[in-house]
């Protein structure tokens, strides 16, 4: 089946800790997105990739961390810089062009300690 | 920078009701709107793309419209259903701001059997 997987469903970490949050596609799609959703708030982007090795920050990128390596995969690190990460973090991915629709994972839920 | 605003944030209907739900945005230059759901501590599933070239999309009971000069979208659901209930989010990807979207705080909707 083809589609979007995050690991884990829901993480726990406690302060001054770095934790990585996964997602992979096997929809052959170039471009990749992490957004953070906050209750009362709409999605905000994080970090997002438009190919292989290349990467740009989004609204709200300070204390976080991205690499894609992969075409597949698009990991991403809440560093201890992150002053609120308690949060629903959902991966998405497009093809690349303007037009194109986007389609996301079920999310990673992490609660800080 | 593009601001979507989603009006009412909360609705309540009994089963079989025909309902609109509203999306307007602030920068009309636009490539597409999409209109998603997302059940609760669900990742989000895509309903409707519109492009920017485009008055309205359908699938089902979904009816999509576009007016990209006053800056709206409305989603219109016939007919409906308590597996209706979720929240309803619009996303924009906007010209001048390269491969980002960006998304409304949603609408919460509850459909009383």
């Known amino acids: 089946d083809g589609g979007i997987t995050q690991s884990p469903k829901y993480l726990f970490r406690k302060e001054g800790q770095n934790v990585t949050l996964s997602c992979e596609q096997n929809l052959n799609h170039d471009a990749m997105y992490w957004y953070r959703q906050d209750p009362g708030q709409g999605l905000r982007l994080i970090y997002y990739s438009q190919i292989v090795n290349d990467f740009q920050k989004g609204d709200i990128a300070e204390g976080y961390s991205v690499s894609r390596e992969k075409k597949e995969s698009f990991p991403l690190t809440v560093t201890s810089a992150q002053k609120n990460p308690t949060a629903f973090y959902l991966c998405a991915s497009s093809i690349s062009g303007p037009y194109n629709e986007q389609f996301f994972g079920p999310g990673t839920r992490l609660t800080v300690l | 920078k593009q601001e979507v605003t989603q009006i009412p944030a909360a609705l309540s209907v009994p089963e079989g009701e025909n309902l609109v739900l509203n999306c307007s945005f602030t920068d009309s230059a636009i490539y597409n709107l999409q209109w998603f759901r997302q059940d609760p501590g669900k990742g989000l599933t895509s309903l409707l793309l519109?492009?920017?070239?485009?008055r309205e999309q359908t699938s089902g009971r979904l009816n999509a419209s576009l007016d990209k000069s006053s800056g709206r979208s409305t989603l219109y659901i016939a007919a409906s259903q308590p597996g209706d209930s979720a929240t309803y989010l619009c996303?924009?990807?906007?010209?001048?701001?390269?491969?980002?979207?960006?998304f409304g705080t949603g609408t919460s909707l509850t459909v009383i059997p």
């Open positions: 996303a924009v990807k906007t010209a001048n701001t390269g491969n980002q979207f960006y």
């Open positions: 519109i492009q920017s070239s485009q």
